[in-house]
């Protein structure tokens, strides 16, 4: 059957614009274990488009350019074990904001931090169904 969007993919993806595309995709690929669906470099070897998938949702990003410059954004990702994905976030120099903390009433242990470019992570396990 055909489909209007790719199989396995939302309906809505986040787009990062960045400045060192490649250095944020080498970051998620260890942080979140991302697995690389399709890439597309441009003729100054930079990254004009690449997809990746990070547990269940696909992410694309690219190299900013001069008419599209870089963003910065939040992004909320669930993940298995919330501490040792932070230890792996730092391990790769990213800045923590919040270590995860479970806060009373919350369902969530969630952390946070910064990436290379600028982008807020906010990561959290749910500990307990609410």
Request: hydrophobic share 35%; net charge negative; proline share 4%.
């Amino acid at each position: 059957m055909n489909s209007y969007k790719p199989e396995n993919y939302n309906s809505l993806s986040p787009y990062l614009i960045v400045d060192n595309a490649k250095k944020l995709v080498e970051i998620l690929i260890k942080i979140f274990d991302a697995k690389v669906l399709r890439r597309y470099d441009r003729g100054d070897g930079k990254i004009g488009h690449i997809e990746l998938k990070l547990d269940d949702s696909v992410i694309m990003l690219s190299d900013n350019t001069k008419d599209y410059p870089a963003q910065k954004t939040m992004l909320h990702m669930y993940v298995p074990n919330v501490f040792e994905t932070m230890d792996k976030a730092l391990d790769l120099g990213c800045e923590l904001i919040e270590q995860p903390i479970n806060k009373e009433g919350d369902s969530d242990t969630r952390g946070s931090f910064y990436d290379h470019a600028g982008n807020y992570w906010a990561i959290s396990t749910q500990t307990n169904a609410g």
